[in-house]
C-alpha cells in the first residue's frame, strides 16, 4: 500500500511564494509520472503541472512561468514551487503518484488528500 501525504499549503499574499511538497511512502518499486492538480468549488479538477520518470515537464498555461515542478527521486517526494501567486490560484491541490507497488507490481495513481491554498488579494 503507499500512502501520499501533502504538506505546505496555507495562505499567502498576491504576488508571494508557497511551496508545497507531496511525499510517497510505502512498498513502492518504482515511481512514473508525478503530478499536481487543483480543484475550486464549481470547476472540474484540473491539471496544473506533471513531472515524468525522466524529468520532463508539462505545465498548464495558466502557471505556466510562475509555478515549477521538480522531484526528490531519493526521497519520493514531489515539490510544487509558486511564485507570483494570484488570487486565481486559489484552490485545492492534491498530488498525484502514478507507482508500480506491492509485492505484485501493481501500477496505480495514488492521490493525496489535498492541500488547501488560498491566496489573498
Known amino acids: 500500500q503507499v500512502q501520499v501525504v501533502e504538506s505546505g499549503g496555507g495562505l499567502v499574499q498576491a504576488g508571494g511564494s508557497l511551496r508545497l511538497s507531496c511525499a510517497a511512502s510505502g512498498s513502492i518499486f518504482a515511481i512514473n509520472a508525478m503530478g499536481w492538480y487543483r480543484q475550486t468549488p464549481g470547476k472540474e479538477r484540473e491539471l496544473v503541472a506533471v513531472?515524468?520518470?525522466?524529468?520532463?515537464?508539462t505545465y498548464a498555461d495558466s502557471v505556466q512561468g510562475r509555478f515549477t515542478i521538480s522531484r526528490d527521486n531519493a526521497k519520493n517526494t514531489l515539490y510544487l514551487q509558486m511564485i507570483s501567486a494570484k488570487p486565481e490560484d486559489t484552490a485545492v491541490y492534491y498530488c498525484?503518484?502514478?507507482?508500480?507497488?506491492?509485492?505484485?507490481?501493481?501500477?496505480?495513481?495514488?492521490w493525496g488528500q489535498g492541500a488547501q491554498v488560498t491566496v489573498s488579494s
Open positions: 513531472i515524468t520518470s525522466g524529468g520532463s515537464t
Open positions: 498525484k503518484v502514478n507507482a508500480v507497488t506491492g509485492r505484485r507490481r501493481d501500477n496505480w495513481d495514488y
